[in-house]
């Protein structure tokens, strides 16, 4: 069974530095992986989608790159800023089928 | 405004009585989802969706009905609501398998 780990569960930088954050899954055989942004009391939207047969996707200042033999992915954030605190989570897929696993997330604080 | 809505966004209930939480997309989406977030386990699948009258089983069916007989409607069915129901709950839809998701704002359901 696939489990996706999200290591820190929280993380606190000052406004303005680049930072990482960190997905690993178990079973490597997936058809691609996805990044979301979770705020308080609200639903979640997706940030990157990355193919299995992709290494990296960018999107402004959101950089998400993928190894899918080492089961591992890491969302780059340059040039923090407050409005980017939430909690961030990864998701993969199986090929085939729309069966999602979630990893528990990275609270993410920005500090001005 | 391409969404995804959900109803209602709070409901308390009690144990045996049967609800639906509605779930409807706007964007012609083939895949849809119903998911619990609960803390410290994260975002768990409980049903999906591939097309009208097709859905699956995800991780956490127990205890829960879906039914899909248009393509913009995925109802999520407690026949016998319990306790360990209480989550906060999401519905999401894509437009291909892997596809990006698109969620709604959630369904936060306390039952007494």
């Known amino acids: 069974k696939q489990e996706v780990t999200q290591i820190p569960a929280a993380l606190s930088v000052p406004e303005g530095e680049n930072l990482v954050l960190n997905c690993s899954f178990t079973?490597?055989?997936?058809?691609?992986l996805q990044w979301f942004r979770q705020d308080p009391g609200k639903g979640l939207t997706s940030l990157l989608l990355?193919?299995?047969?992709?290494r990296e996707q960018t999107s402004g200042r959101l950089n998400a790159s993928l190894d899918k033999s080492s089961g591992r992915s890491t969302l780059y954030i340059a040039a923090s800023q407050p409005g980017d605190s939430a909690t961030y989570l990864c998701?993969?897929?199986?090929?085939?089928?729309?069966?999602?696993?979630f990893g528990t997330g990275t609270r993410l604080t920005i500090i001005p | 405004e391409a969404q995804v809505t959900q109803n209602p966004r709070y409901l308390i209930t009690v144990t045996g009585k049967k609800l639906t939480v509605t779930c409807s997309q706007n964007?012609?989406?083939?895949?849809m989802s119903w998911y619990r977030q609960d803390p410290g386990l994260g975002l768990r699948q409980i049903y999906y969706?591939?097309?009208?009258?097709?859905?699956d089983k995800g991780d956490v069916p127990e205890g829960y009905k879906v039914s899909r007989k248009e393509k913009r409607n995925f109802p999520l069915i407690l026949e016998s609501p319990s306790p360990n129901q209480t989550s906060l709950y999401f519905c999401?839809?894509?437009?291909?398998?892997?596809?990006?998701?698109?969620f709604g704002p959630g369904t936060r359901l306390t039952v007494l």
């Open positions: 079973d490597s055989a997936i058809y691609n």
């Open positions: 990355i193919q299995s047969s992709q």
């Open positions: 999401a839809s894509n437009n291909y398998l892997g596809g990006t998701q698109y």
């Open positions: 964007m012609n989406h083939e895949y």
């Open positions: 969706s591939m097309n009208v009258e097709v859905t």
């Open positions: 998701a993969v897929i199986p090929g085939g089928n729309e069966k999602l696993t």
